[in-house]
Structure formats: structure tokens, C-alpha cells
């Protein structure tokens, strides 16, 4: 499936003089504040987000799946879905892979079809949360931190193999996430299984290509519902400070417990160097991964407040990695990963537009009515304006999700695909 640009400047031009009125109503009333506009919606093109290749087709829980028809069942068709949300959107240049539910066969095809699409590979995930059909050891009581050295040893091997994979396609980071814990009080020393982490992830940091990075993902609970080893930002920060500078914390916002300030975490692993990337989605409860922005989208926004301050103010944490990482049980994978994109865009939009100055001025005064206003005034301001004109600017699709309807890229996949072809991952 590829789109044709002359189709989707098609399917823009009823919407395109709506857009003039309201692009030039607030870049009037933007550049009237002061607002490099320009620079804005340069920011906005160049903020490119990973999509999980894990991701692309309908997801389930253990009560059920409910198949989407046209899924990709390869990792080729996996790289084809991608494009069509680049081709719609122009913000999703990259593609995470998780080995091994995407091991490439043709490593040199696999890269001229990415390439074809302008999509580069993100992080490479590695998997010791589930058992392959070939392994001589099981997972079922962890992996890195397993009591058993041979088990340990075969989680490492993975994580190399990981890397390798990644490295032959181009990318430049592996993340780890461990599902590692336990279920019970008393199941395990959590002092011993730490320190096996530990000593594994440096076994593994120890074979990473000198321009890689690692990311140590952390999450509170689930699958081991009692305790998880990497549990918290504090653990992965400390285990990433033990490997050394290229390893950082990796931030899913769905593994926090309720009403943790998310925005907190990530000020302060900026402020020390140590912010690798995002998973990005959103939850009402649990590690929902439901669509970002869907649930809490006024935290997404001060999440990217930070990050904006942080971006512009600690030189010493490299340029985040910004990936995805949502589960689709109800919607079709591709319009909710628009709707995630669109979200994402729009908090870094609104983001952009708080004048730090003043909110800087407003906290040494201790005006906390004004410090209120000042983020508040950004936040109630409709950017939508500048997203469809940073996508008009790059051949985008003034309203992806609309074009993507009125052009049936559905229906022909289900037409390519067969209604019954079933996406691997979660
Ligand atoms: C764990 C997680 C991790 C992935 C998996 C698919 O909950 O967020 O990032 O490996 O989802
Ligand atoms: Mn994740």
C-alpha cells in the first residue's frame, strides 16, 4: 500500500480555506505575542515519533482479541502501514521493532522498503518476558534477574542478538524492559534479584556499538503483580547510572501508580543527563495503552512543558527518543495511532507557546495565580492551525484520519491483505 501525494493534496482542498482563515487568525494573534511562528511549526515538522511495530494491529487482553481485517502480517506490510501514517501525517519517520516478533529474513529488502517510505528504525526491543519455542531455559521466574546464572546468561545472549539485529538495519538504542518480579511476598530476595539485573545489563552495556544507547524502562506491576525489579524511574536511573553514560530511563506514562507527577520524573532525569525517550499513550487505571492525549491530555501538556524547558536548558540530556506505545482493542490501529500522533503534536504545540520568561519572573515572585495563567493561556489556545500547516508545508494531509477514510485505505487493505491476516505482537 502506498498513497499518492497528488491524492492526498486531493482530498485537502476542500478543507484548505478553512485552514487559511483560521492559520492566519492565530498566526496574527501569535505573532501579535511575539511568537516565532516559522520557528514553531519548523519545530513541529522536525518532531518525528517511532511507531511500535507491535502495535498495528488490533490488540486484546486475556478476555478477548477482536481482530482488525487487513492487519499486516509481516514485517514488510508492518513498514507499509507506517508509511501510509507518514505519508498522512509526515511525523511518523520511524518504526521500533520488537525481536523476535519482527526478525527481518532480507535485511537489504527490508531497508529499501523503509526507505521507500522515508522511515528510519528506532529502538530495537528485546523480549525475555515471553519463552520462544526453541529456548533451552525458561522466563516464567525472570530473566536478567533470575537466581539461575544459565537463565541469565541466555537472557543476555538475547539482548546481544538484539543489538546485532539492530545495528545490520541501522538502528542506534535498545530498550529493555524487564517483566521480571514476583507474585508472592517472599518469592525472591530482591537484593539478589537486583544485583543480577545489574551485573546483566552491564554484561549487555559492555557489547553495545560505541554511538548506541541503552534504555532501561521501568514499571510498577503486570505482569508480576506483588513486586517488579525494575520497578520506578529510581530503580532505572540508578541501574542506568551503574552502566554508564549511554544508558538512560525510558518513560512509558502508562507504568506510573495513579496520580504520580509524570512531569516531575521527567524535569528531574533531565536535570541529571538522564532522560533517554518516551513510550508515549495514555491510562485511566492501569498500563491501559489506550490512545495518548485520550484520558489526561492536560498532564501530556505539562509533560511537555518540561520537556520544552529542558530541551532548551540542559545541554547535558541528548535529544529524547520518541516512540509510541499503545494497544488498539477497539479502534482501527491506524487512525488511533493518528489520533495519538495528533495529540502528541498538539501538546508540543501548546507547549512551545508558554513564555518560560515570564513564567520564570511569575515563580521568583511567588505569583502562583500567574505562574496558573501563564500555562493555562498556552494550553486553551487552538494550535491545531499550526499542526495542519506544518503537515500542508511537508505534503501532508490537512485532517490525516478524514483523507485516510475518503481515500478507503482500509478497505484496500483488507482488498491486499484478506479480511483474516493477523499482525504478530501484543
Ligand atoms: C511493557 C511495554 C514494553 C514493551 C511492551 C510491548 O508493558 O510497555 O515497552 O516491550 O509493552
Ligand atoms: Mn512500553
Redesign the pocket.
Known sequence: MRIDKNHIQDTNQKYIAEHNRHFDFLSSLLSGKGYQIDSIIKKLGDFQVAIPS?ALGAGGTRFGRFSFQGEPSNLEQKIDDVGVLHALTRTAGAISL?IPWDVPNDYNAIKEVANSHGVTFDAV?S?TFQDQESARESYKFGSLSNASKVIREQAIAHNIDVIKIGDKLGSKSL?V?LADGTNFPGQANFQTALTNTQNSLKDIYGELPDDWKLFI?Y?PY?PNFYSTVIQDWGTSFMLANECGDKAYTLV?L??HLPNTNIEQIVSTLMLKGKLGGF?FNDSKYG?DDLTVGSIKPYALFLIFNELVYGMENNPQNPYPAWMI?ASHNTKDPLEDLMQSLEAIQEAYAKALLVDQNLLREAQVNHDVVKCQELLQDAYRTDVRPLLEKARLNRGGALHPINAYRSLNIRKNLIKDRGADSVASG?
Open positions: 507491535w520488537h526491543n523480549n530498550t524492559w524502562e514499571k503486570e512509558d502508562g507504568h513510550h498500563d506505545d501484543l
